[in-house]
């Protein structure tokens, strides 16, 4: 499997995995169940799931008035595409 592939594979997964993250967080909130912590998250939309999680921020109307999701979630993504950008480039 060439590079590029195996890329979108694992982004496509992550970005999947962030946005079912997100419903299923916001599912145990209003049943007042056992959350996924903040930290797993974060985690996951760093790992390369970052338009899955504002995604699912957005679908779900999860977090949303959290400052640090709602700021923190496009900082990721904007530094992950500046990183995109420069690897490319180079």
């Known amino acids: ?8 594979i694992y982004l496509i997964f992550m970005n999947l995995l962030a946005f079912l ?6 599912a145990k909130a209003r049943r007042n169940r056992w959350r996924i ?3 797993t998250l974060f985690l ?10 504002i995604l699912g ?3 779900f109307r999860h ?3 959290h400052a640090s999701f709602r700021i923190g979630m496009p ?4 530094a992950q595409l500046g990183l995109a950008v420069y690897i490319l480039s180079r």
């Open 63 to 65: 977090k949303t008035k």
């Open 75 to 78: 900082c990721i993504l904007i």
């Open 44 to 53: 996951s939309s760093i790992l390369g799931g970052s338009i899955g999680a």
């Open 57 to 59: 921020m957005q679908v």
């Open 21 to 26: 993250l997100m419903g299923v967080d916001k």
């Open 37 to 39: 912590p903040e930290k």
């Open 1 to 8: 499997m060439k590079p590029l592939t195996i890329l979108t």
